[in-house]
């Protein structure tokens, strides 16, 4: 079975910049989550998808994220513009249904400079 | 905000011994989940103990919950070098801030 597949593994930008970063679910997974973990912390809950129906935002900076689920499969999350604090590794996971065991992809290293 | 904290924020232990770390969370839950990231990326799903549930095992893992106290603990038992990770519970889909284990051989 395919596990959660994230891309890029890492980008390097300059502050005021934009980036996207794409994850890609397991098949058959209806709920898909975006992470943020900076550096000494756990992952911190940025947005949750049902379908493509947004679950819940109420952590994700609206004024410089977004995110997108097209079609209830694959999603795009994208900081515009970036700052020196969201240095940290973007996460995805997928769950059958809400509230479910995640499955992880491997992350996308971030560095805003 | 995060929730679910975990107790001790950083435990240090001799292979073969046992190791026991602590979760508490502020709200009802449904569920509580366990994970285990390794140094470098990998999170990885260890046990989900639902609400009625008391303890539940797997290998060398054992959890507690007790929604009273709004507690849980994670048990490691005869530690191996490769438990080396943070431990983290998961209320919510939100994640503590962890327990780093060290585990020396």
């Given at each position: 079975?395919a596990?959660?597949?994230?891309?890029p593994?890492y980008k390097?930008?300059e502050k005021?910049?934009?980036?996207?970063?794409?994850?890609?679910?397991?098949?058959?997974?209806a709920t898909?989550?975006?992470?943020q973990?900076?550096l000494?912390q756990?992952?911190?809950?940025l947005?949750q998808?049902?379908?493509?129906?947004?679950?819940?935002?109420?952590?994700?900076?609206?004024?410089r994220?977004?995110?997108?689920r097209?079609?209830?499969?694959?999603?795009?999350?994208?900081?515009?513009?970036?700052k020196?604090?969201?240095?940290a590794?973007?996460?995805?996971?997928?769950?059958?249904?809400?509230r479910?065991?995640l499955?992880?992809?491997?992350?996308?290293?971030?560095?805003?400079? | 905000?995060?929730?679910?904290?975990?107790?001790?924020?950083?435990?240090?232990?001799?292979?073969?011994?046992n190791a026991?770390?602590?979760?508490?969370?502020?709200?009802?839950?449904?569920?509580l989940?366990?994970?285990?990231?390794?140094?470098?990326?990998?999170?990885?799903?260890?046990?989900?103990i639902?609400?009625?549930?008391?303890?539940?095992?797997s290998?060398?893992?054992?959890?507690?919950l007790?929604?009273?106290?709004?507690?849980?603990?994670?048990?490691?038992?005869a530690?191996?070098a490769?438990d080396?990770?943070?431990?983290?519970?998961?209320?919510d889909m939100?994640?503590?801030?962890g327990?780093?284990?060290?585990v020396?051989?």
């Amino acid at each position: 079975e395919a596990g959660v597949a994230q891309s890029p593994r890492y980008k390097i930008i300059e502050k005021r910049q934009s980036v996207a970063f794409w994850c890609n679910p397991i098949s058959g997974h209806a709920t898909l989550y975006w992470y943020q973990q900076i550096l000494g912390q756990g992952p911190k809950l940025l947005i949750q998808f049902q379908n493509n129906g947004v679950v819940d935002d109420s952590q994700l900076p609206k004024d410089r994220f977004s995110a997108e689920r097209l079609k209830g499969v694959d999603s795009t999350l994208k900081i515009q513009p970036a700052k020196l604090e969201d240095s940290a590794v973007y996460l995805c996971a997928s769950s059958f249904g809400g509230r479910e065991k995640l499955f992880f992809g491997s992350g996308t290293q971030l560095s805003v400079l | 905000s995060q929730q679910g904290e975990e107790d001790p924020q950083a435990l240090s232990i001799q292979e073969g011994e046992n190791a026991t770390m602590n979760c508490s969370y502020k709200t009802s839950i449904n569920n509580l989940q366990w994970y285990r990231q390794n140094s470098g990326r990998g999170l990885v799903h260890l046990i989900l103990i639902r609400s009625n549930e008391r303890e539940k095992h797997s290998g060398r893992l054992r959890v507690t919950l007790d929604t009273s106290k709004k507690s849980s603990s994670l048990l490691i038992t005869a530690s191996r070098a490769a438990d080396t990770a943070s431990y983290f519970c998961v209320h919510d889909m939100r994640f503590g801030a962890g327990t780093r284990l060290t585990v020396k051989p």
